[in-house]
């Protein structure tokens, strides 16, 4: 009987909950700060014709300056908490998945450049294609033709910090310039493919890191 | 037509969501996280969003469930060994 009358409270305050919420979204006034018109109005000046891309990497560059540097400091400590153990051998899956993998990293890889390049001027860019080729990296991983990452070496170092140092180089250099990461007219587009593609590099072997730098422990 | 659609997506967002989080099988909840990720991503691109609909497909739904299903086969082969 006690417990019938707990569950008849919990389910009448969750329920006054929702009505709350409806109703709050109900009565949503206009929005407050409408950017739209500003974003179309100085769109030609950004160096890209897609929306979205300008507020990332042109008006907002400093947001993802930022969201590039969160992954990284997540990936070192990453790498701090599971130390140097040697990469167990990877096991091979079967061969018809083998054959499926290799069919379809190829295809990944052209899929991500595209991402990157129509990042421009339709739905695309570094996110999406750095997820794309890490996808890539991580199908290979796990039909065994690709082997868990056991430390990372120079090379490596470099790819995964390349997008964070190439874009702080630029906020730096226009720095020099006037203001951070305000770029000139004539160069944005110029500036932003090459921020992107540095960005794609190194979001790439962040993503597949997070999975490639863990699984080295599963044998363990 | 485009009304049963948005109708039928939303049922199953909340239906996968409810799943996920109810199932006491780990695996299927996993699984079942990966199809939530994947309507997700099918909602966003009907709210004419498609740069979150991409990126959540690609991050949400294909790079977290695979870290999921890696560290549940971890998970696993540590409960047999002992």
Do not use: C
Not at chain 1, 69 to 93: F, H, M, N, T, W
Not at chain 1, 172 to 185: E, F, N, V
């Amino acid at each position: 009987m006690k417990r019938m009358l707990l569950v008849a409270l919990v389910l009448t305050l969750a329920l006054a909950f929702v009505a709350a919420l409806a109703s709050a979204m109900l009565e949503l006034g206009p929005v407050a700060v409408d950017l739209r018109a500003p974003v179309a109005a100085h769109l030609a000046e950004s160096g890209v014709t897609h929306p979205v891309t300008a507020v990332l990497l042109n008006y907002r560059g400093y947001d993802t300056l930022l969201e590039i540097a969160v992954l990284l400091l997540a990936l070192l400590a990453i790498l701090a908490v599971v130390g140097e153990a040697p990469a167990p051998p990877s096991r091979a899956a079967h061969p018809v998945l083998q054959a499926l993998a290799r069919l379809a990293a190829p295809l990944m890889i052209v899929v991500a450049v595209y991402l990157l390049w129509a990042g421009a001027f339709r739905p695309g860019g570094a996110f999406q294609a750095g997820a794309v080729l890490a996808a890539a990296a991580v199908l290979l991983h796990l039909v065994g033709l690709l082997p868990g990452w056991s430390r990372p070496r120079l090379g490596l170092r470099i790819g995964l910090a390349a997008g964070f140092a190439l874009f702080l180089a630029v906020a730096a250099g226009l720095l020099t310039q006037g203001s951070l990461l305000q770029y000139p007219p004539a160069a944005a587009g110029v500036l932003i493919l090459l921020i992107e593609s540095g960005l794609t590099v190194s979001l790439a072997l962040i993503l597949a890191g997070l999975l490639l730098f863990l699984s080295r422990e599963e044998e363990a | 037509m485009t009304f049963a659609f948005d109708l039928l997506l939303a049922l199953s967002l909340v239906w996968s969501a409810w799943r996920t989080l109810a199932t006491p099988r780990l695996d299927r909840a996993i699984v079942l996280f990966i199809v939530f990720g994947l309507l997700m991503s099918l909602a966003w691109a009907r709210l004419a969003a498609p740069d979150i609909g991409l990126a959540e497909a690609a991050i949400g739904a294909g790079l977290t469930g695979a870290l999921l299903l890696d560290a549940y086969g971890v998970l696993r082969r540590r409960r047999a060994e002992p």
